[in-house]
């Protein structure tokens, strides 16, 4: 990322500087491909996220939307200091976290905790609830004996479980009390940031509702500040602040929820918004796709200059050498930030350029 | 859903409502296959007597009044100084070549081949478990140098070494019980490694540490009770193994020195007198065959307990009977439950 796209989003950010609870600069993770065996050479770099800067308000919601491989989790997973960052910096309510040693980490671990994609995966089968959902007293050693059992059985109500399931095994539940549970330890020491990777991706669409609305409700009793996953676009504008699409590593729009779905400048969002299955069948019979070519590539060997370039309808010869900045676009809100050298205009019909490119090839 | 797993929730179902709350573990599951399991029910009332045998051992011997190491020249031979066979003067099982109570000594025997079992089992799955969580978890050098000394171990010609070992240190319990361990925890520790390098991508161990648990902890609370059934299993088959690698080098004279006795040297002295005296022979042999026996079954039953694929076997017998129940209070929901399960 270039010098100027970071002082784009300085700029950009400055409005909600004064209560800013994340701040991501830079944050770059490449993960090493290395051959098989002892002597293991590097061959090759993932770049799963190259270049992210973002800042997420206290107490409210940022929605990351992405195809898969675009690099979200592996961005919440540097946010929570799960793996450690290649470049960049990660500050949280005003103190640098990167790469912080496990120690040094466990303060802010109680402030950060996580909502894990897979309820079936991120509940140890062999543990009874009560001890999973406990677990985060236990570690930090918070609470102990009957007013541990006593909180935790607080939590299981607040999330809407039957506190008297306690004592039962994650196998006992359904997809959707899983994930309750798993809001319930995330919950358990009043953390200021939850990231929810992709929470409700999993369960069925009844339930993810019933899920979110929990979420909701969560945050507007204990002020908490949602960094929110997902790849169903519904789901992160019915829960979204503000919105940050991102293409194979890099941030291709952020800004705030409305004004990323209502008017799209970048023309993978464009894309992605027209993708969307839409619930009334009229709207979606008079909506255009925009069909885009060939899938997303390799982030082993990305694509020079803009990211998106080989698939993007609009694209043209300064897309290949130059990568566009993250910036503020002509006639866009101050907080509406676009990574494209030529932006979508309004009436801009995209689904008749990107026919015309399947045309070409 | 496989048939099995409705005619378990069936038989859940009759449980009624009182057992609701409280969730059945794995070891409540595997339990109650056991229990249903008869060769391992036989196995595991063997088991029990054969240890209830041995620790009985010293009053059996007061019982019978023929204390271990006394020989009897005069009631415990005959003329020509040969052992007296089963049930002559008092001697329930015979006599051994110096007129011992050969009844006796195989319950001493079965003391110290029952204590090596346990306790070179024991030490050698603490060793295997250990070394295999950090080999798998830790990974990278770690694992690299603690898989390799695995294999090296592993790939040693165990009786040879334990024999020069022997020779060297002298025969004593202490270097018998140090050897077995040695040899023994090499295998569960390179099962422990397999299972723990896949379990620790899971996503409720990157949970754990999500909140900040630190390695021990994410080892010993959330991966060792996702392995324990499979090390069970193990070490309950390492258990013969050990007691027999006992009798092996208590027979060729480097384990357990007379006039202790223990299964291997009993049958080291008795080969000479098969002849005369098959007694001597059979019976101590029969208490080794019958104990290893019992732990490799049991060790199988357990194995089938803890697998859930087993579970349709057990289902077919279960289903006969839940059948029959049936038919005595037929209720009309629970026969749909059967209908759709044998759908």
């Known amino acids: 990322m270039t010098d100027e796209s970071a002082a784009g989003v300085m700029t950009g950010a400055q409005s909600s500087q004064d209560d800013v609870l994340v701040r991501v600069d830079n944050l770059v993770k490449y993960f090493p491909v290395r051959t098989a065996g002892y002597v293991r050479r590097t061959v090759g770099q993932v770049q799963a996220v190259d270049g992210v800067s973002l800042t997420i308000p206290r107490g409210k919601t940022l929605g990351l939307v992405g195809e898969t491989g675009s690099g979200k989790s592996t961005l919440a997973r540097c946010i929570a200091g799960l793996i450690p960052v290649t470049a960049g910096k990660v500050t949280f309510d005003g103190h640098d976290i990167t790469n912080l040693s496990r120690r040094k980490m466990i303060p802010y671990r109680r402030e950060i905790q996580m909502i894990f994609q897979d309820p079936y995966g991120s509940l140890n089968p062999r543990r009874r609830v009560g001890a999973i959902i406990g677990d985060p007293f236990a570690i930090h050693r918070t609470v102990t004996g009957n007013e541990r059992k006593r909180r935790v059985q607080e939590l299981m109500e607040r999330v809407g479980l039957n506190p008297e399931h306690y004592n039962r095994f994650p196998a006992e539940f359904s997809g959707g009390q899983r994930q309750r549970i798993g809001v319930a330890r995330a919950l358990a020491l009043r953390p200021k940031l939850i990231i929810c990777d992709e929470p409700v991706s999993a369960l069925d669409v009844s339930i993810q509702a019933q899920v979110l609305n929990l979420l909701a409700d969560l945050q507007r009793d204990y002020g908490l500040t949602y960094l929110f996953i997902a790849h169903d676009l519904e789901v992160v504008r019915h829960v979204s602040d503000s919105v940050t699409v991102m293409y194979l590593g890099r941030v291709a729009e952020s800004g705030p929820e409305d004004v990323v779905y209502g008017t799209p400048r970048h023309p993978y969002t464009a894309a992605l918004l027209s993708a969307a299955p839409a619930a009334d069948p009229d709207a979606a019979a008079s909506r255009q796709r925009i069909i885009l070519t060939g899938d997303i590539p390799s982030p082993i060997d990305p694509p020079s200059g803009c990211r998106f370039h080989p698939r993007c309808p609009k694209a043209r010869e300064l897309c290949g050498h130059e990568e566009p900045p993250l910036e503020v676009k002509a006639g866009d809100g101050p907080t509406h930030l676009t990574a494209c050298h030529f932006p979508v205009e309004a009436g801009e019909n995209l689904a008749t350029a990107a026919a015309a490119r399947r045309e070409a090839l | ?343």
């Open chain 2, 1 to 343: 859903m496989s048939i099995s797993e409705l005619e378990f929730q069936a038989a859940s179902v009759e449980g009624g409502p009182e057992q609701a709350v409280e969730g059945r573990s794995q070891w409540q599951l595997t339990w109650r296959r056991l229990r249903s399991d008869k060769v391992a029910v036989i196995a595991m009332i063997t088991i029990v007597v054969m240890v209830g045998l041995a620790i009985a051992a010293p009053a059996l011997a007061s019982l019978v009044h023929h204390p271990p190491n006394i020989a009897y020249p005069n009631t415990g031979e005959n003329a020509v100084g040969n052992p007296v066979g089963p049930g002559t003067n008092g001697f329930w099982l015979g006599t051994d070549d110096t007129g011992r109570d050969l009844m006796v000594r195989i319950f001493y025997g079965a003391r110290i081949s029952l204590f090596v079992g346990i306790v070179t089992t024991a030490i050698g799955t603490l060793a295997g478990v250990a070394v295999g969580l950090i080999a798998g978890y830790f990974g990278g050098v770690v694992d690299a140098i603690l898989a390799r000394f695995t294999d090296a171990v592993l790939a040693f010609p165990y009786v040879v070494l334990a024999l020069s070992l022997a020779v060297v240190l002298g025969p004593s319990l202490t270097v018998i019980i140090g050897v077995i361990s040695f040899f023994s925890w090499a295998g569960i520790s390179r099962i422990v490694r397999g299972q723990t390098l896949s379990l620790k991508e899971k996503e409720y161990i990157e949970a754990a540490r999500s909140l900040g648990a630190g390695p021990f902890r994410i080892m010993f609370i959330d991966i060792l009770p996702n392995l324990l059934a499979p090390v069970l299993v193990l070490a309950t088959l390492y258990i013969p193994n050990a007691v027999v690698f006992e009798a092996t080098l208590s027979y060729l004279g480097l384990g357990i020195q007379p006039p202790t006795a223990s299964w291997g040297n009993i049958l080291a002295a008795a080969q000479n007198f098969y002849q005369v005296a098959w007694w001597y022979t059979v019976f101590p042999a029969l208490a080794l065959l019958i104990t290893t026996l019992a732990f490799n079954l049991l060790g199988d039953g357990i194995r089938d307990a803890m697998d859930p694929g087993t579970e349709r076997l057990l289902a077919a017998r279960r289903g006969r009977r839940a059948r029959s129940r049936r038919r005595k209070s037929a209720g009309p929901d629970l026969a749909d439950t059967a209908g759709s399960a044998q759908a």
